[in-house]
């Protein structure tokens, strides 16, 4: 009696194909659906750093070398956003508070565009001895 061999590979050649194909499906699913959830919020984390380098390297041009720099942010239900950059120098510490509200508009211009968030600029000020 003859065999046929032919169509025994045929099958497995296809059951694999087949198996392939659906993990492969299912990890692009997989994919797409983990960035559609995570993609937003990547966006704001490389605006919000972006935010504090070009925060801390505006500082160091006007001689406020070694800055401390923190940014906070509340994200409401909504999804609107608050946040507030706390800046510390012992220079600005010095500063009269007209000065640092002028060194506050020059620094918002570093706040990034979106409808939903509204930024702040406060100082960390300490005692003086």
Do not use: C
């Not at 169509?7 to 299912?26: G, K, P």
């Not at 006007?62 to 509340?74: A, E, H, I, W």
């Not at 608050?82 to 620094?107: K, P």
């Amino acid at each position: 009696m003859k065999r046929k061999t032919g169509s025994f590979q045929f099958v497995a050649a296809t059951i694999l194909l087949v198996t392939v194909a659906a993990i492969s499906f299912a990890g692009t699913a997989m994919a797409r659906t983990n960035f559609g959830s995570a993609g937003p919020e990547g966006y704001y984390r490389e605006k919000e750093q972006q935010l504090v380098r070009d925060t801390r390297q505006e500082l160091e041009r006007q001689g406020f070398f070694n800055s401390g720099v923190m940014l906070t942010r509340v994200v409401e239900g909504d999804g609107r956003r608050t946040y507030t950059v706390t800046i510390h120098h012992g220079e600005i510490n010095r500063m009269e508070e007209a000065e640092r509200e002028v060194l506050a508009r020059e620094l918002a211009v570093f706040a990034f565009e979106d409808d939903g968030s509204s930024f702040q600029y406060k100082f960390l000020i300490t005692a003086q001895p």
